[in-house]
C-alpha cells in the first residue's frame, strides 16, 4: 500500500514538477506583460543589438516582460537614471563600480563586453603609440562622460590634464580629420571605420596595453529593482543574454532590424563593421556571455582607489548580482502542491543516490574544462589583448608561424590565412639581418631554446619593402613556443633623422649669422678700398688727372703701367673675390631672416613657368651648359591647388633645384641627352613639386650629406655648398613642408619638395 501510494506520488511529480518549474509564464502568468524600462548608454547601433534581439525574437515577451529600449540623453548619466528610477535597467562600463564604491546602490547584472571599446586614436604625424607621448598634444575627450578607463590610464602613468591641449566635449565626425586636434578619445568600434573609409593614418593606444583592463559594456540595475521585484529581474536578464546570442550568431540580420525599426544613424557597412569589432570584444568562443570575474573587478576598485577615484574599496559581495534572489516563490497551500514538495523531495534524494558517482565524474570533467579554458584564455590574451602591436607566436624549430593577428598580417601585407601555419617567421626577416640575429643567439646564449629579448632589425614585408622594426620576444613556459610582438619603427627612425638635420640646421644658422655679420665689416672696407682705388687711376675724375700731372705723367700711362704689371688683374681679382664672398655672406644669412615680402597665395605650376623663362635664355660658359639643348618635360597636374608661401623664397628654392639639375646632368652626365622633368601634383596633406633628372645620382654617402652646409661635389670655385642647405631651411623651417631626395645610381636623382595645403 505504502509503495503504491509513494509511486503515485512520485508520477504526479513527475508530471506537475516540470510543468510548474518549466512553464510558469504559463500556468501564473499575469493577465498583462510586466512594463519596464532598458537605459542605453548611447545611440541606437549594433553596440546593443542582444537587447534588439530580445525584442525583436520574443525573448522578453516569453519571459513575461513589456521592455520599451531609450536611447541616450547627453544630459544625464544612465547611471543616476536607473538609481532615480527613472529606467528600471541600465547598460554602463566600469564606471558602474565606481558609483557602488561611494555607496550608490548599483548591482551588476551581466559583463556583455570583457573588454573595453574605450582607446585613444593617435591621427597626426608622427602618430603616437603610448600615453606618455600624449604630453603637448590637442586632446579631444569628454571628461564629464563614462571615459573612466581613458582617465585612470592617463593618471596611472602620470599624465595630467594640465600637461595637454584638452578640449573637454564629445567628438563630432568633423573632428576626426581637424588637422589640429592630435588625438581623439573614440570607440574601436566606431571611429576607426571613418579614418579607414577616408584612407586616413592613424594608431591606436589601448588601455589595457599600459596595464589598464576594464570591461566594457554592462548591464546593470538597482538594489530597489533587486528588492522589490527579484523575479523581473531574472527574466530579463535571462532573456537579455538569449538575445546576445541570437545577435551574435545573425549579425545582418538583427542589422536589418536595427536600421529598419530604432533608425540608426550608421550605415549598413558601418554596423557591419561595429558587428565584427564587438565579437573580438565579447569573446564568445572564449567566455560565456555576460561573465563576470569578481577578482578582476577587485582588481578594477583597487585601480580606482590607487588614482584617489574612491578614498577606500568596499566587499563587493553586495554588487554582484544573486540569481537565488530572483527565484520564483510559489505559495500555495493545497494538498496538491504539498505532496509535489514532498515528491521533489524524494526525487532528489532518491536520484542522488543512483546519480552521485555520475556527478562526482562530472565535476571532475567540469574541472578539466576549466583548467582547459583557463589555458586557452591565456594563450588568446597572450595574442589578441595586446593588439597595440603586431604579435606572432612561432615555434622556436623549425620558426612556423602558428598564430598572428591583424596588426602582424597587415606590417607583412598579406591576409592572416596566407600566413598562419603557412610561412616561417625568418622569411621575413632579410639575409643579413637573419644571420645577425641567429649569431647572436647562439653566441649569448646556452639553453637550447634561447633568444635576445629584444632586438632591432629589418622587416622584411610581402612586397619587397622594408621596414625598421623593434620586437620584443619571450618564450611560452616551458613549451617550444615563442611570442614575439612587433613595432614598426619605420616613421620614428625617419622623425629622428629629420629632427636630427633640422637640429643641424638650426645650430649652423646661428653660426651663419654670427659669422656674416663678424665678416661683413672688414669684407666691405676691401670691396670699398678696391672701388676707390679704380677711381683715383681713372682719366674721368678731375682729381686723379690733376695728381697725374702734378708728376709729370697722365693718368693713362699710370693705367697703362699697371697693366703691364698686372696690377690691374689683381684689382680684379680682389674684386671678384670681394664679391664672392659677399655673395656666401647674404647667403649664410637666409638661414635666420625670414623673407619682409610676407605670405601669398601662388599657383605652384606658374612658379614652375616663370623659372623656365628666366633660364632657358641664360648660357654660363663658365659651368658649361646651355638651357636651350637641355630637355625640359613638363608634367603638371592641372588645377593644382595653390600654396601659401613666400614667393621669393620659393622661386629661389626651385631656381637651385633646377640649376643643380641641369649641372647633373650636363657636365658630369654629358655622355647622354640631359633632361629634367618638372612635376607637381597634390595629395590629402601637401602640394608637391618634384625636379628630376637623369644625372648619375648619388652615393649613399652624398645622399646623407646632401642638406649639409659647405658639402658639394661641383668642382672648386663653382659651388658654394650653400644651396641645398638654404633650401632645406626654407621648406622645412619657413613653410613647415618636407624636403626628399630619391636617387638611384646611374639612373639620376629626383628632389622633391611637399608644402601643407591651405
Not at 571628461?143 to 599624465?159: D, F, G, P, R, Y
Not at 617550444?480 to 640646421?505: G, H, N, P, R, Y
Not at 633650401?727 to 636623382?749: A, R
Amino acid at each position: 500500500m505504502h509503495t503504491k501510494i509513494l509511486f503515485s506520488i512520485i508520477l504526479c511529480a513527475l508530471i506537475i514538477v516540470p510543468a510548474v518549474l518549466g512553464f510558469p509564464g504559463k500556468s501564473f502568468a499575469q493577465t498583462k506583460l510586466d512594463k519596464v524600462t532598458l537605459q542605453l548608454k548611447w545611440f541606437h547601433q549594433f553596440q546593443f543589438a542582444g537587447y534588439y534581439a530580445a525584442l525583436e525574437k520574443g525573448y522578453y515577451e516569453d519571459e513575461g516582460l513589456d521592455v520599451t529600449i531609450v536611447e541616450r540623453d547627453l544630459r544625464h548619466n544612465p547611471i543616476d537614471q536607473v538609481l532615480e528610477r527613472d529606467a528600471d535597467f541600465g547598460v554602463s562600463n566600469s564606471e558602474v563600480l565606481l558609483h557602488y564604491l561611494k555607496g550608490k546602490k548599483v548591482v551588476l547584472l551581466a559583463s556583455i563586453f570583457q573588454h573595453s571599446p574605450l582607446v585613444f586614436i593617435s591621427k597626426t604625424q608622427p602618430l603616437l603609440h603610448t600615453a606618455q607621448g600624449l604630453k603637448g598634444k590637442t586632446v579631444l575627450m569628454n571628461t564629464a562622460s563614462q571615459e573612466i578607463e581613458l582617465k585612470v590610464m592617463l593618471e596611472s602613468h602620470n599624465v595630467s590634464f594640465d600637461e595637454i591641449n584638452l578640449i573637454d566635449r564629445f567628438a563630432v565626425p568633423e573632428d576626426y580629420f581637424d588637422p589640429e586636434i592630435d588625438v581623439i578619445a573614440a570607440y574601436n568600434t566606431n571611429q576607426p571605420y571613418y579614418l579607414k573609409k577616408e584612407n586616413v593614418s592613424y594608431s591606436i593606444i589601448y588601455p589595457y596595453t599600459h596595464g589598464v583592463d576594464f570591461y566594457g559594456d554592462t548591464l546593470f540595475t538597482s538594489r530597489y529593482q533587486i528588492q522589490k521585484h527579484p523575479e523581473r529581474v531574472n527574466k530579463f536578464l535571462r532573456a537579455s543574454l538569449k538575445g546576445w546570442q541570437y545577435a551574435l550568431a545573425h549579425p545582418e540580420e538583427i542589422i536589418e532590424v536595427i536600421m529598419g525599426k530604432f533608425g540608426s544613424l550608421k550605415s549598413r557597412e558601418h554596423l557591419k563593421y561595429e558587428a565584427e569589432t564587438i565579437q573580438t570584444l565579447i569573446l564568445p568562443e572564449l567566455v560565456r556571455i555576460g561573465h563576470s570575474n569578481p577578482a578582476r573587478w577587485k582588481q578594477i576598485s583597487e585601480d580606482f582607489q590607487k588614482q584617489g577615484l574612491v578614498d577606500k574599496t568596499r566587499d563587493l559581495k553586495s554588487f554582484f548580482f544573486n540569481p537565488t534572489e530572483g527565484k520564483v516563490t510559489i505559495k500555495q497551500e493545497t494538498a496538491l502542491i504539498a505532496a509535489v514538495i514532498f515528491g521533489t523531495v524524494m526525487i532528489i534524494l532518491l536520484a542522488s543516490l543512483f546519480v552521485a558517482g555520475k556527478f562526482k565524474n562530472e565535476i571532475n570533467t567540469r574541472r578539466e574544462i576549466e583548467e582547459k579554458l583557463k589555458k586557452s584564455e591565456k594563450y588568446y590574451r597572450s595574442i589578441f589583448e595586446n593588439t597595440g602591436t603586431a604579435t606572432i607566436i612561432y615555434d622556436l624549430e623549425t620558426h612556423l608561424i602558428k598564430k598572428c593577428n591583424e596588426q602582424y598580417a597587415e606590417l607583412c601585407g598579406i591576409s592572416r590565412e596566407e600566413i598562419e601555419n603557412k610561412k616561417k617567421w625568418s622569411e621575413f626577416i632579410t639575409g643579413k639581418e637573419y644571420e645577425r640575429f641567429d649569431g647572436y643567439t647562439k653566441s649569448r646564449f646556452l639553453s637550447e631554446y634561447s633568444i635576445p629579448k629584444s632586438y632591432d632589425f629589418k622587416f622584411k614585408c610581402s612586397n619587397g619593402e622594408i621596414r625598421n622594426v623593434h620586437a620584443n620576444f619571450e618564450i611560452i613556459d616551458d613549451s617550444k613556443d615563442c611570442i614575439a610582438s612587433i613595432i614598426d619603427m619605420t616613421e620614428k627612425v625617419k622623425t629622428q633623422e629629420l629632427l636630427i638635420q633640422t637640429e643641424k640646421m638650426v645650430s649652423v644658422g646661428g653660426l651663419a649669422a654670427g659669422m656674416a655679420h663678424e665678416i661683413n665689416n672688414p669684407l666691405a672696407g676691401i670691396l670699398q678700398a678696391v672701388q676707390n682705388i679704380y677711381r683715383r687711376i681713372s682719366a674721368d675724375v678731375p682729381a686723379s688727372v690733376k695728381a697725374a700731372e702734378k708728376h709729370g705723367c697722365t693718368c693713362e700711362q699710370i693705367n697703362a703701367f699697371l697693366d703691364d704689371r698686372g696690377v690691374i688683374r689683381m684689382l680684379e681679382g680682389i674684386h671678384s673675390s670681394g664679391e664672392r664672398a659677399a655673395n656666401i655672406v647674404r647667403t649664410m644669412l637666409n638661414f635666420t631672416r625670414r623673407n619682409d615680402e610676407g605670405m601669398s597665395s601662388c599657383d605652384l605650376n606658374q612658379l614652375f613657368d616663370d623659372i623656365i623663362n628666366i633660364i632657358t635664355c641664360d648660357y654660363d660658359l663658365k659651368n658649361k651648359y646651355d638651357f636651350k639643348h637641355t630637355k625640359i618635360i613638363k608634367e603638371y597636374q592641372a588645377d593644382i591647388d595653390k600654396i601659401n608661401c613666400l614667393r621669393i623664397e620659393i622661386e629661389q628654392v626651385l631656381l637651385n633645384l633646377v640649376k643643380n639639375a641641369a649641372y647633373a646632368t650636363n657636365e658630369i652626365a654629358g655622355y647622354r641627352n640631359p633632361t629634367i622633368i618638372l612635376r607637381t601634383r597634390a595629395d590629402e596633406k601637401f602640394v608637391i613639386a618634384e625636379v628630376e633628372d637623369n644625372g648619375p645620382g648619388m652615393t649613399p654617402e652624398v645622399r646623407r650629406r646632401a642638406f649639409e652646409p659647405f658639402f658639394t661635389t661641383k668642382s672648386p670655385g663653382v659651388g658654394t655648398g650653400l644651396g641645398l642647405s638654404v633650401s632645406y631651411f626654407i621648406i622645412t623651417q619657413n613653410h613647415g613642408g618636407v624636403f626628399e631626395i630619391d636617387t638611384k645610381i646611374g639612373i639620376g636623382s629626383k628632389f622633391t619638395i611637399k608644402i601643407p595645403r591651405v
